[in-house]
């Protein structure tokens, strides 16, 4: 036994007993209330984020902005948590820090009520970043919780912390039409006491992250057996999974950042409407998040993922040549499809790699922000160049990729028996 499985058998040993009992229903079961926590927390931290690619049609007209400028402040956003995902990550594996996921939602705040008096362009970049600076902190960290509550039902767990997240996108640009629009910039200070509800529940979370982490990260770790594979396959199964994520988020991207653009220019319909038909979309991206975690527990990570990404691409295809009904209508099923990969693709991940939990979970989400900065900045400059109309028929092609699943590794037979057993 190492120095520190002594100290965490004597921290567990110390406890009295009815603390003991606590914790070893922690251990034992999944909490869901814990993870209603960080589904209501990540509910409101992307609720607050999403307003920012939802007023852009008012941004670009307050500021006279380009489609390439509004790309640069998705890129700011999305590539300042691309960046320093991986690195929380990589921190809180070696060191836990219980009241991080607190401190992560205090930039949120400030970035968002800087927002909201921004001046000129620069100032709205210098806000985008912290708000990126608050996700690069709440998303790894929260995802390494969530695993912790889960006793053992990961993909449960992780679509459940994540869904909050998408209702939070999804609800966002309801917000942004019905408030923001018509009381101007300046009312998104309203949304920080979200910010400050956040943080008080996160400061419930941390409590008991600091009483349990120690018996609960020690099973947490049960719950994933690394794998029998070569280093250079596991390397190699990675970067599959990245182009996977690299499909899913730029196609999003496309959408997210640009759909309002595209109904308001192909259709001619009205900011306020296409809020709402983005807010269709947003909605089914999050049923589909509910979705895909179970499923992946049922019946195999792998199998989810394939159906998820390849299984969309005939409704892309025909989307660009719809009708507004057609549009309206196709974008649930791509939503609700191809949301359903991102749970099965972390929790395939940390399987991997289950000592760096952290760590996965902050390059997943940090490389899924990244390409989503990406590429709304780099189709912002196609849409410039070539029109929103081509930015949509090139994108279409995107969930192809998804062919590569073909080559993942079957890593769900040894988990499912040791859980059987454990």
Not at 140 to 166: C, E, I, K, T, Y
Not at 298 to 319: A, D, E, H, Q
Request: a positive charge; one cysteine or more; hydrophobic letters at 50%.
């Amino acid at each position: 036994m190492t120095v520190v499985e002594s100290k965490e058998a004597a921290a567990e040993n110390s406890l009295p007993e009815t603390k003991q009992s606590d914790t070893n229903q922690a251990v034992d079961q999944t909490v869901f209330a814990i993870l209603a926590a960080l589904s209501f927390s990540h509910f409101l931290n992307d609720m607050m984020q999403s307003l920012l690619p939802a007023i852009y049609p008012m941004l670009k007209t307050n500021y006279a902005l380009s489609f390439t400028q509004v790309g640069l402040l998705t890129l700011t956003f999305q590539g300042t948590a691309s960046l320093f995902q991986p690195v929380v990550g990589i921190v809180t594996d070696k060191r836990p820090q219980p009241y991080a996921l607190f401190c992560g939602m205090g930039f949120s705040l400030v970035g968002l009520l800087l927002l909201s008096n921004a001046s000129h362009y620069g100032v709205l970049i210098v806000a985008a970043s912290l708000v990126g600076m608050g996700s690069a902190i709440f998303h790894p960290d929260a995802s390494r919780v969530a695993r912790m509550a889960s006793g053992g039902r990961l993909g449960l767990a992780q679509s459940l912390f994540q869904v909050g997240g998408n209702f939070g996108s999804a609800i966002g640009p309801l917000l942004a039409a019905f408030i923001v629009l018509p009381f101007g910039q300046s009312s998104l200070a309203w949304f920080s006491l979200a910010a400050l509800t956040a943080m008080a529940v996160l400061w419930n979370v941390g409590g008991w992250y600091k009483r349990n982490h120690l018996a609960v990260a020690k099973r947490a770790k049960s719950y994933g057996t690394p794998p029998a594979l070569p280093h250079a396959r596991v390397v190699a199964t990675l970067i599959i999974l990245g182009m996977l994520v690299f499909s899913k988020y730029i196609y999003l991207a496309s959408l997210s950042s640009y759909y309002t653009f595209y109904l308001i220019h192909k259709f001619g319909v009205s900011v306020q409407t296409s809020q709402i038909l983005l807010f269709v979309f947003l909605g089914a991206v999050a049923a589909g998040t509910v979705i895909g975690g179970p499923l992946g527990d049922r019946f195999g990570r792998k199998y989810v993922i394939w159906v998820s990404i390849l299984g969309v691409l005939p409704f892309t295809l025909v989307l660009p040549h719809m009708g507004l009904v057609g549009t309206a209508i196709l974008t649930v099923p791509i939503g609700l499809i191809l949301a359903s990969a991102f749970p099965a693709i972390i929790v395939y991940a940390q399987e991997l790699l289950p000592s760096r939990i952290g760590m996965v979970a902050g390059i997943f989400f940090g490389f899924a922000f990244g390409m989503g900065g990406v590429g709304a900045a780099g189709l912002g400059i196609v849409a410039d160049a070539k029109g929103i109309d081509f930015v949509y028929a090139m994108c279409s092609y995107l969930p192809a990729i998804g062919l590569l699943t073909a080559f993942l590794p079957n890593i769900e037979g040894p988990r499912k028996r040791m859980l059987k057993t454990a």
